[in-house]
């Protein structure tokens, strides 16, 4: 099993910044897929950001060159640095880890991000 657990989260003016961050434990594989996704109300979950194991990124294309996954595999821990956030980044952003050699994938909580003046 893997657990997940989101954090960074917050309400935030346009224009301003946030770094969510997921630390997992259990039983993990360098190989897992990593990334992020979010929900706004109402609408379905969508893909943010994934990073792929050999480092590669890819970026929804409402988010490119405002967002940046990363990871640090000392920590079990993976990043999403947010930048120039607006008003529609507003969703819960889950994070996501995905075993591929069974298709598993493995949810966090979910962390609320709010973009309003």
């Known amino acids: 099993q893997v657990q997940l657990v989101e954090s960074g989260g917050g309400l935030v003016q346009p224009g301003g910044s946030l770094r969510l961050s997921c630390a997992a434990s259990?039983?993990?594989?360098?190989?897992?897929?990593m990334g992020w996704y979010r929900q706004a109300p109402g609408k379905q979950r969508e893909l943010v950001a994934v990073l792929a194991t050999g480092g590669k990124a890819n970026y929804a294309a409402s988010v490119e060159g405002r967002f940046t996954i990363s990871r640090d595999n000392a920590k079990n821990t993976m990043y999403l640095s947010m930048n120039s956030l607006k008003p529609e980044d507003t969703a819960i952003y889950y994070c996501?880890?995905?075993?591929?050699?069974?298709?598993?994938?493995?949810w966090g909580q979910g962390t609320q991000v709010t973009v309003s003046s």
């Open positions: 259990g039983s993990l594989l360098r190989s897992d897929v």
């Open positions: 996501n880890r995905r075993r591929l050699a069974s298709g598993t994938n493995y």
